[in-house]
């Protein structure tokens, strides 16, 4: 079961980016399996968030950035089989201020909105996402608290394994993860100006902690 568990987050790992509050929630209790039928993301409580670190010798003059998908719903029928997500690159969201104040002091800056969109476009630049619109996960099995996936972007797949915290509790499942990928991997060149003293860090660092109700 916790295999089928493992392969929900996959499902919903794009489908919902708000940030929440804090979210009260019983102890958990000792609950051996999720009882089948549908699981649904509360999209209240859910958050995904991709953060943008900026770099070179002059990246005192830029910002930091957190990118985020608009919370969508989304579920599954449990046990679950095999699943394959995709999302395209432009649907992402820039630098809301909700997301940013959440992060703490390396955020705490505020791009204007000429800035966000400046942004926004730089980075579908970069990522061509005109020719590779499309970023796919799929699953390949959770190995002990370590969940394999096949990542695609820029059209290169590349297998990841994550960390992965399943939380089971009467009435909800928390899936939290968080891990790092390099652009470069896809042969993606992270975007830069100046000769590189303004850029964009390769490493882009994704979070996620999702709550789904029966």
Known sequence: MRGALA???????????????????????AVVAAPPGLWSVDASASQLRILVLRGGRLAALGHNHVLGLPPLRGGVQMPAALLELSFRLDELEFDRPAWRAALGPDFASVPDADSIAATRRNMLIALEAERFPLVRLQARGLDGETLRLDLTLHGQTRSISVPLQLDLRAHSLRARTRFA???????????????????????????ADLWLRP
């Open 7 to 29: 392969l929900l987050l996959v499902f919903v790992l794009a489908a919902c980016a708000r940030v929440p509050g804090p979210v009260v929630e019983p102890p958990a209790q």
């Open 181 to 207: 990928i390099k652009q470069s991997d896809f042969g993606i060149q992270p975007f830069s100006v100046l000769g590189g003293l303004l850029a964009v860090q390769d490493e882009l660092r994704i979070e």
